[in-house]
């Protein structure tokens, strides 16, 4: 065990191999926007503080990447175990459940109810949620090389408790540790990601939601396939031939998941009739490079998936459009003694071509539409204590056919952390134009202002 943790820690260079001594959590605050997770039970169970894994939650440092890359495996703790009869072992398990509890609560404040209803119905603009989000967790090793994060939610807000961002992962390591490789299975694309530059995990959406409704704001296919929505399985590779410069590959094929769609499931039937089913499975890819250098790091790299889908929860030939999404991410981090500085952000770009009996039907006037999505954000931090961030979201385009996803928002947030489990938070969010308006863009004379929204938040793990 002495001997993993020393060829983990070499993958660092300098101060951040020092550094490299805490949790990892496969954590986020950030994504469509549900789940913010820096899991307290990875810290009992190396035995180490958050700091060295992450720069401040739910980001990764470049040693909490390698602890996710490893399958969360890496432990300093005794565990239950089992030799066959040629000294292999066949048993390995923690000597405690490695189980956490996350909780989330807010109270927000929208410039007018009105910009959170459709089409003319009424909202509750100013609310307060405690738990807006209760979460618990099974995170941690199950076994030599295999890991997990399990998630299991409960959202105030829809009433509904069910499977969150959710990953089994298993790893190896080879050629001297240079080489890892590995298979996931996972419940969200790209969960098994390393950097908060990809959808699930780009820092920046609202941690809490923004103040005018999901449904009234574009999404790519990509990023529109929610936790718990979607399953796929495959694998990854990670080569660092020097221990500062590395080279992460990774492909899976998704499926739609099951789910109700008769009726009865609310949140299914919502989901299912804003957000294409896939027809069959769609091929997801990533490629990322990164370089580390003193207590700097710098990744760029590319990530996209291609579908074939159908609208209203049903997957039928002949009324499918096909979804191609490629996309350029990148990521910057300074972590100093007292000063973490991180900047992230990608740009996605989506062709989605009309099927063509649905192009006759309905008289279009072209058979594709193309969006861009480009999110930009960065954060500060002193001391792990105190700091913000701010993040820009940019689309243009069509979101179908005679619809602009020309939409425009800002997110900015103040944060204090008394303790490096919990986050208390000022956050507000300015929208300048949505679906290509600043009035009208739910179906009322509503302005787009009336949806800025001003949010004090908690969120603590333990």
């Known amino acids: 065990m002495l001997n993993r943790i020393r060829s983990l820690t070499r993958m660092r260079s300098g101060g951040l191999a020092t550094a490299g001594m805490v949790l990892a959590a496969a954590a986020a605050l950030f994504a469509a926007p549900e789940s913010a997770q820096a899991v307290p039970s990875y810290a009992r169970q190396t035995g180490l503080a958050c700091e060295a894994c992450h720069t401040v939650f739910p980001e990764l ?3 909490g990447r390698q602890f996710k890359l490893n399958a969360y495996t890496l432990t300093t703790k005794p565990a239950v175990s089992d030799e066959d009869q040629s000294k292999g072992t066949n048993l390995s ?19 007018n109810n009105r910009a959170t209803s459709t089409n003319g119905s009424t909202a509750q603009g100013n609310q307060t949620q405690f738990p807006q989000q209760l979460s618990l967790f099974y995170a941690g090793k199950i076994s030599d090389h295999l890991g997990a994060q399990l998630q299991m939610t409960y959202q105030q807000a829809s009433g509904t408790f069910g499977i969150d961002n959710s990953e089994i992962r298993f790893a190896d390591q080879a050629f001297s540790n240079k080489l890892v490789y590995g298979l996931t299975l996972n419940d969200a694309v790209t969960m098994s990601d390393l950097w908060n530059s990809t959808p699930i995990w780009a820092a920046g959406a609202s941690a809490f939601g923004p103040g005018i409704s999901d449904s009234n704001i574009p999404a790519t296919f990509i990023e529109g396939l929610g936790a718990g929505h979607t399953t796929g399985a495959g694998g990854f590779l990670n080569w660092s031939g020097n221990g500062k410069d590395s080279l992460y590959l990774e492909t899976e094929l998704y499926r739609t998941s099951a789910f109700n769609n008769n009726g009865t499931t609310a949140v299914d ?18 490629a990322a490079y990164e370089h580390d250098w003193g207590h700097q790091n710098f990744e760029v790299g590319t990530f996209g998936m291609f579908a074939r889908a159908s ?8 009324e499918d459009n096909d979804y191609l999404d490629t996309a350029l991410d990148a990521q910057y981090q300074f972590i100093g003694e007292h000063n973490i500085f991180s900047l992230a952000g990608n740009l996605i770009h989506e062709t989605q071509t009309i099927n063509n009996n649905l192009v006759q039907a309905n008289n279009y006037n072209k058979s594709s539409v193309d969006m861009n999505h480009l999110r930009l954000t960065g954060s500060y931090f002193y001391d792990r204590k105190y700091g913000g ?8 385009g069509d979101s179908g056919v005679g619809s602009s996803a020309n939409t425009q928002y ?12 919990t986050k208390l938070l000022a956050q507000y969010t300015l929208y300048n134009w949505v679906n290509g308006q ?10 787009v202002n009336d949806g ?9 793990a333990f």
């Open 61 to 63: 440092t470049p040693f």
């Open 93 to 111: 398990l923690a000597d405690m459940p490695p189980l956490s509890v996350m909780v989330q609560a807010d109270s927000s404040w929208s410039n």
């Open 311 to 318: 609208a209203n929860g049903i997957a039928v030939d002949g």
């Open 438 to 447: 600043n009035y009208g863009y739910n179906g009322t004379n509503t302005q």
């Open 452 to 460: 800025n929204t001003f949010m004090l938040g908690l969120w603590t």
């Open 410 to 421: 800002e997110v900015f947030e103040l944060d204090y952390m008394p303790w490096l489990n």
């Open 269 to 286: 039937n919502a989901w299912a009739s804003a957000n294409p089913t896939i027809n069959g499975v769609a091929p997801y890819w990533r």
């Open 389 to 396: 961030s701010v993040s820009l979201n940019h689309i243009n």
